[in-house]
């Protein structure tokens, strides 16, 4: 007797259960093409972190679909992109594609995911062409194209009155974008980049160019670099005596992640990004809390990217109820959608790039601490995107 | 560009010029006396900065000694770590042929990449400069000049000075020099090479770790920062002539001359102009400016 009811019980879970995965649809296969190692792993992880902690918060499934993350270590290789792009698309045919930080290496993701029609979300990657001419209905942006600091830092420097500024960055093109949003922005408020300084890239001795600031003195200075780049460009800017006359102004990476190198050097300074310490909306106090808790680390930027990145794919998901081939429903409803973002509620314009508020943050001891907003609703130009 | 401009870049490229000459000193010593292409002589370049940025607090706090004694602590684990990794790695190169030198010293390179970001991650740090060398002197009037750069090239001098004596006047230089031409001789004549290399090599690594100790302050430290360097370091070998410290010392003048200068004049071309100058020099003089030993 007692065997049988034991079978019977056996017998109604396994109905049950059967009757459940016919319904549901199998796994979501999400790639994760991210710099695990390397000079940007640290940001490569912290946007692995954001993602999966929406996904962890939404119960491990989006439209109902669980997730399951197959992981590529890009190297912030560019020649090793494509390859492995395609691995992760051909060999274990996953629908999404996260990815990447370095431009160049999605620049290669975009060109791929173009023909070959799958998903693709930019956690960081701010090439403007991303969302310009290589713009397409399967890829999009939860994180700014590298114009758009620049052009809102511009604004505030024109508001502020400067007349003429100089600008400095390596030439390459993500620090050729910047300058070049700089200019847009400051130049329509009335001011003049009188000289566009580069050096060869990632070279750091900048004494040369200083001295050339030094003999132009401008009203202010805008540059672009990053990590040890920008650490050291800052201190050697103050060590030149040059931040006491001539303001030294930049995007947000110049004084993100690098003020512990920075110290005194830094201080006081001003910079535009999307995002910065002492938000104070509750959305982002709950994200930092819940982000804290799990990973026993403080957010960054990158994180945000990331969080965003699953945010909106759960969108596209449950406007399509998980069927991730419908690309046009998918795109629609991400075009439409109001992203709840910890940076502030955001949309995606028309090329698939966020439009967003880009705040005016100015470092403070170890912070970069929010005192207003650069520029509002601040959308990409989009040059060259033929996408309505 | 006015007088006092050309001055002050002047200044600028004798200054990065010496802080090449640095680090390029320990790389013409390896690879002219010993002929041992090290790849991996950036990162000794890192390692020194690490070691800097790591050290200096535990030598202040249990010395309260400043920079120079950092820098002696420094030093000596430096050569603790040349004469080590002579023995376990670079000691079988010496027979074999390029290829064989690439491949291992580059894969130096991966794992001493990798064990950094194991020790001290992949954040960008600095080190402060040392109180007594934080003044700078007022140039012109928006710019000035900060004292520890003059200190960076005063450190170079000496050097430069060192090693040329320790190489032409000394007896241990005489027979440095002698093995670099022919070592079975040297050795027929009872003067232990293998000792003398390992010696050379510890020294030649020491002197990496050096420039970026007393660098640390100004380039900050961050990950990948001694591949920036390595491939400068191989062109001032070449164009200065392969195991020459004079050769070395000119040719780390004249690159930091047309790079300062390139940047402001020729910034459309300034990335090429160093090896546009390399390739001139080559075509004039194919072995470099001047002689091993010299």
Redesign the interface.
């Given at each position: 007797m007692k065997q049988i009811k034991l079978s019977l019980i056996a017998l109604t879970i396994s109905v049950a259960s059967g009757s459940v995965f016919a319904q549901s649809q199998p796994p979501l296969k999400v790639g994760m093409m991210l710099p695990y190692?390397?000079?940007f792993?640290?940001l490569g992880n912290a946007i692995d972190n954001g993602f999966q902690l929406y996904v962890k918060e939404q119960g491990g499934k989006l439209a109902g679909r669980e997730i399951t993350y197959i992981k590529v270590d890009d190297e912030s290789e560019p020649s090793k992109a494509t390859d492995n792009i395609n691995k992760l698309i051909k060999r274990d045919n996953v629908d999404v594609v996260i990815g990447t930080v370095h431009s160049g290496v999605a620049m290669a993701m975009a060109k791929v995911a173009k023909e070959s029609g799958t998903t693709l979300i930019i956690p960081n990657a701010g090439a403007d062409a991303i969302t310009g001419p290589m713009c397409a209905k399967n890829i999009f942006r939860s994180s700014f194209t590298n114009g758009q600091p620049g052009i809102a830092m511009g604004e505030v420097a024109a508001k502020k009155g400067y007349k003429t500024a100089m600008t400095v960055t390596w030439?390459y093109a993500a620090g050729e974008e910047s300058v070049k949003g700089f200019k847009e922005g400051f130049e329509k408020g009335g001011g003049k980049v009188t000289k566009e300084?580069?050096?060869?890239f990632?070279?750091?001795?900048f004494?040369?160019?200083?001295?050339?600031v030094?003999?132009a003195?401008p009203d202010v200075v805008y540059s672009f670099f990053a990590?040890?780049g920008?650490?050291?460009f800052v201190?050697?800017y103050a060590?030149?005596?040059?931040n006491?006359?001539?303001p030294l102004v930049g995007p947000g990476f110049l004084t993100d992640?690098?003020l512990?190198?920075?110290?005194e050097a830094a201080q006081g300074m001003l910079t535009a990004l999307h995002y910065g310490d002492n938000l104070n909306i509750k959305r982002d106090n709950d994200f930092r809390l819940a982000y804290a808790k799990q990973y026993k680390l403080q957010p960054d930027v990158y994180a945000v990217q990331g969080y965003d990145a699953a945010q909106m794919l759960a969108v596209g998901l449950n406007a399509t109820k998980g069927d991730i081939s419908k690309k046009d429903e998918f795109a629609k409803a991400v075009r439409v959608a109001k992203i709840d973002s910890p940076r502030g509620v955001f949309t995606i314009s028309r090329a698939h790039n966020p439009v967003q508020d880009f705040y005016l943050r100015q470092v403070v001891g170890k912070e970069n601490k929010i005192i207003g907003v650069a520029s509002k609703s601040l959308s990409d130009p989009a040059r060259g995107c033929n996408m309505q | 560009?006015?007088l006092s401009?050309f001055f002050?870049?002047t200044l600028?490229?004798v200054?990065?010029g010496l802080l090449l000459f640095l680090v390029a000193a320990g790389l013409t010593l390896i690879f002219g006396i010993m002929g041992v292409i090290n790849l991996a002589h950036g990162s000794f370049y890192m390692m020194g900065s690490y070691l800097a940025f790591a050290i200096s607090p535990v030598v202040s706090e249990s010395f309260g000694g400043g920079l120079i004694s950092t820098l002696i602590i420094g030093v000596l684990i430096a050569i603790v770590i040349g004469y080590i990794l002579e023995w376990l790695f670079y000691s079988y190169l010496y027979e074999r042929d390029h290829l064989q030198q690439v491949l291992m010293t580059y894969g130096l390179i991966l794992v001493i990449e990798e064990i950094r970001?194991i020790l001290v991650?992949?954040?960008?740090?600095?080190v402060?400069i040392p109180q007594w060398l934080s003044a700078?002197i007022?140039?012109?009037d928006?710019?000035?000049?900060?004292v520890?750069r003059l200190f960076i090239s005063g450190v170079c001098i000496l050097l430069a000075i060192a090693m040329f004596l320790i190489l032409s006047k000394t007896k241990l230089g005489m027979m440095i020099r002698a093995g670099s031409v022919n070592r079975e001789m040297i050795q027929s004549l009872g003067v232990n090479i293998k000792f003398l290399y390992r010696i050379v090599f510890a020294m030649g690594i020491a002197i990496a770790a050096l420039a970026g100790m007393v660098a640390a302050p100004?380039?900050?430290?961050?990950?990948?920062?001694g591949q920036?360097v390595l491939i400068i370091c191989f062109v001032i070998v070449v164009i200065g002539g392969i195991g020459s410290i004079k050769g070395a010392f000119i040719a780390s003048l004249l690159i930091g001359f047309i790079?300062?200068?390139g940047?402001?004049l020729l910034?459309e071309v300034?990335?090429v102009l160093v090896y546009i100058f390399m390739a001139m020099i080559l075509l004039w003089k194919p072995s470099g400016l001047f002689k091993a030993g010299s």
């Amino acid at each position: 007797m007692k065997q049988i009811k034991l079978s019977l019980i056996a017998l109604t879970i396994s109905v049950a259960s059967g009757s459940v995965f016919a319904q549901s649809q199998p796994p979501l296969k999400v790639g994760m093409m991210l710099p695990y190692s390397g000079t940007f792993a640290a940001l490569g992880n912290a946007i692995d972190n954001g993602f999966q902690l929406y996904v962890k918060e939404q119960g491990g499934k989006l439209a109902g679909r669980e997730i399951t993350y197959i992981k590529v270590d890009d190297e912030s290789e560019p020649s090793k992109a494509t390859d492995n792009i395609n691995k992760l698309i051909k060999r274990d045919n996953v629908d999404v594609v996260i990815g990447t930080v370095h431009s160049g290496v999605a620049m290669a993701m975009a060109k791929v995911a173009k023909e070959s029609g799958t998903t693709l979300i930019i956690p960081n990657a701010g090439a403007d062409a991303i969302t310009g001419p290589m713009c397409a209905k399967n890829i999009f942006r939860s994180s700014f194209t590298n114009g758009q600091p620049g052009i809102a830092m511009g604004e505030v420097a024109a508001k502020k009155g400067y007349k003429t500024a100089m600008t400095v960055t390596w030439k390459y093109a993500a620090g050729e974008e910047s300058v070049k949003g700089f200019k847009e922005g400051f130049e329509k408020g009335g001011g003049k980049v009188t000289k566009e300084l580069t050096l060869p890239f990632p070279g750091v001795e900048f004494q040369a160019l200083l001295t050339e600031v030094a003999a132009a003195k401008p009203d202010v200075v805008y540059s672009f670099f990053a990590g040890g780049g920008a650490v050291k460009f800052v201190k050697d800017y103050a060590a030149a005596g040059l931040n006491k006359t001539i303001p030294l102004v930049g995007p947000g990476f110049l004084t993100d992640g690098t003020l512990e190198a920075q110290g005194e050097a830094a201080q006081g300074m001003l910079t535009a990004l999307h995002y910065g310490d002492n938000l104070n909306i509750k959305r982002d106090n709950d994200f930092r809390l819940a982000y804290a808790k799990q990973y026993k680390l403080q957010p960054d930027v990158y994180a945000v990217q990331g969080y965003d990145a699953a945010q909106m794919l759960a969108v596209g998901l449950n406007a399509t109820k998980g069927d991730i081939s419908k690309k046009d429903e998918f795109a629609k409803a991400v075009r439409v959608a109001k992203i709840d973002s910890p940076r502030g509620v955001f949309t995606i314009s028309r090329a698939h790039n966020p439009v967003q508020d880009f705040y005016l943050r100015q470092v403070v001891g170890k912070e970069n601490k929010i005192i207003g907003v650069a520029s509002k609703s601040l959308s990409d130009p989009a040059r060259g995107c033929n996408m309505q | 560009m006015d007088l006092s401009t050309f001055f002050i870049q002047t200044l600028n490229a004798v200054q990065y010029g010496l802080l090449l000459f640095l680090v390029a000193a320990g790389l013409t010593l390896i690879f002219g006396i010993m002929g041992v292409i090290n790849l991996a002589h950036g990162s000794f370049y890192m390692m020194g900065s690490y070691l800097a940025f790591a050290i200096s607090p535990v030598v202040s706090e249990s010395f309260g000694g400043g920079l120079i004694s950092t820098l002696i602590i420094g030093v000596l684990i430096a050569i603790v770590i040349g004469y080590i990794l002579e023995w376990l790695f670079y000691s079988y190169l010496y027979e074999r042929d390029h290829l064989q030198q690439v491949l291992m010293t580059y894969g130096l390179i991966l794992v001493i990449e990798e064990i950094r970001s194991i020790l001290v991650g992949d954040d960008v740090h600095g080190v402060p400069i040392p109180q007594w060398l934080s003044a700078s002197i007022q140039l012109s009037d928006v710019m000035t000049y900060p004292v520890y750069r003059l200190f960076i090239s005063g450190v170079c001098i000496l050097l430069a000075i060192a090693m040329f004596l320790i190489l032409s006047k000394t007896k241990l230089g005489m027979m440095i020099r002698a093995g670099s031409v022919n070592r079975e001789m040297i050795q027929s004549l009872g003067v232990n090479i293998k000792f003398l290399y390992r010696i050379v090599f510890a020294m030649g690594i020491a002197i990496a770790a050096l420039a970026g100790m007393v660098a640390a302050p100004v380039s900050s430290v961050y990950p990948g920062m001694g591949q920036g360097v390595l491939i400068i370091c191989f062109v001032i070998v070449v164009i200065g002539g392969i195991g020459s410290i004079k050769g070395a010392f000119i040719a780390s003048l004249l690159i930091g001359f047309i790079d300062t200068f390139g940047k402001v004049l020729l910034p459309e071309v300034a990335g090429v102009l160093v090896y546009i100058f390399m390739a001139m020099i080559l075509l004039w003089k194919p072995s470099g400016l001047f002689k091993a030993g010299s």
